[in-house]
C-alpha cells in the first residue's frame, strides 16, 4: 500500500509532465486500487462518475493514468472515491475499462487542462491570493491586485 505517493507520467502528446498524488494506492487480488477521499462541502455528489469527477478529478485522473499504462491494470483495477460525510463513509468504486467512466475522466480532465494547457501568455490574473504572495513586489500586475 502506498499513501501520498506520487507518479509521474511524462504526455508528449500534450507537452505535459504530470505529477499525481494519490491518497491511496493498494494492491487487492493482484490488481492496483486507486483511491480518493472526498469531504464534499455542498453535501454528497451524485453516484455518476462524471457528478463524482466532478467534486474529486484527481480520481478521473485515476482513471487515465490506468488507461494510459502509468498504473498497471491487473484483473481487477479499480478507481475508489470515498465521500466522507457527517453520516458516515460511502465508497464508489469505478472500473477504469468502462467506457463511460473513461470518457467522463477524459471530459473532466481535459476541461480543467484546456484553459491554462492553451494559454502561451501566462499573463498573472490578479485575485485574493496576491495579498499573501511573496513575490507580489516583483509582479507586473501585482498592484492591481485587491487589498
Do not use: K, N
Not at 487480488?29 to 477521499?37: A, F, I, K, T
Not at 491494470?73 to 479499480?78: D, H, I, L, S
Not at 460525510?85 to 477504469?96: E, F, I, N, Q
Request: aromatic letters at 4%; a negative charge.
Amino acid at each position: 500500500m502506498r499513501s501520498g505517493s506520487a507518479l509521474t507520467a511524462d504526455d508528449t502528446d500534450a507537452d505535459v509532465l504530470l505529477v499525481h498524488r494519490a491518497d491511496v494506492l493498494h494492491h487487492r487480488r493482484g490488481s492496483w486500487v486507486h483511491r480518493s477521499v472526498l469531504i464534499p462541502e455542498d453535501g454528497p455528489p451524485g453516484t455518476a462518475p462524471a457528478a463524482l469527477f466532478a467534486q474529486e478529478p484527481r480520481a478521473a485522473l485515476g482513471v487515465l493514468l490506468f488507461s494510459s499504462g502509468v498504473i498497471a491494470a491487473g484483473p481487477e483495477p479499480a478507481v475508489e472515491v470515498e465521500v466522507l460525510t457527517p453520516g458516515g463513509a460511502r465508497v464508489h468504486v469505478l472500473d477504469p475499462a468502462s467506457p463511460p467512466v473513461l470518457a467522463a475522466a477524459e471530459r473532466t480532465v481535459r476541461d480543467l487542462a484546456a484553459p491554462w494547457h492553451r494559454d502561451l501568455e501566462h499573463a498573472p490574473v490578479p485575485g485574493p491570493a496576491c495579498r499573501t504572495c511573496p513575490y507580489r513586489a516583483w509582479c507586473p500586475r501585482g498592484e492591481d491586485a485587491p487589498p
